[in-house]
Nanobody, 124 residues
Framework: QVQLVESGGGLVQAGGSLRLSCAAS????????MGWFRQAPGKEREFVAV????????VYVDSVKGRFTISRDNAKNTVYLQMNSLKPEDTAVYYC?????????????????WGQGTQVTVSS
């Protein structure tokens, strides 16, 4: 069973950058599509981005297109989320998730495995 651990969150000023990492252990990382979701206080968990098992395809929510980039290194069993031009509305707990499917899903319910989350706070 793959286990996921996120890191890289923190406090940053608006316009700044952060890079989140999600390290996988205990299974075959490369078989999974990997997604990032976020959840702000009082809101539902929101899809952010997903990348295919091989890294050649990715999908983003409109609000982060052009600012965030998802990538993966299967040799290191790690997926990344590079976040640039951060805005206060990006403040949330960010979760990585694994989907045992070739479909790049936006639906949280279709993901099989989840990390514990990392807090990102963007100050204005």
């Amino acid at each position: 069973q793959v286990q996921l651990v996120e890191s890289g969150g923190g406090l940053v000023q608006a316009g700044g950058s952060l890079r989140l990492s999600c390290a996988a252990s205990g299974g075959t990382f490369s078989r999974y599509a990997m997604g990032w979701f976020r959840q702000a206080p009082g809101k539902e968990r929101e899809f952010v981005a997903v990348i295919s098992w091989g890294g050649s395809n990715s999908v983003y929510v409109d609000s982060v297109k052009g600012r965030f980039t998802i990538s993966r290194d299967n040799a290191k069993n790690t997926v990344y989320l590079q976040m640039n031009s951060l805005k206060p509305e990006d403040t949330a707990v960010y979760y990585c998730a694994a989907e045992d499917s070739a479909v790049l899903s936006r639906r949280a319910s279709l993901y099989d495995l989840w990390g514990q989350g990392t807090q990102v706070t963007v100050s204005s």
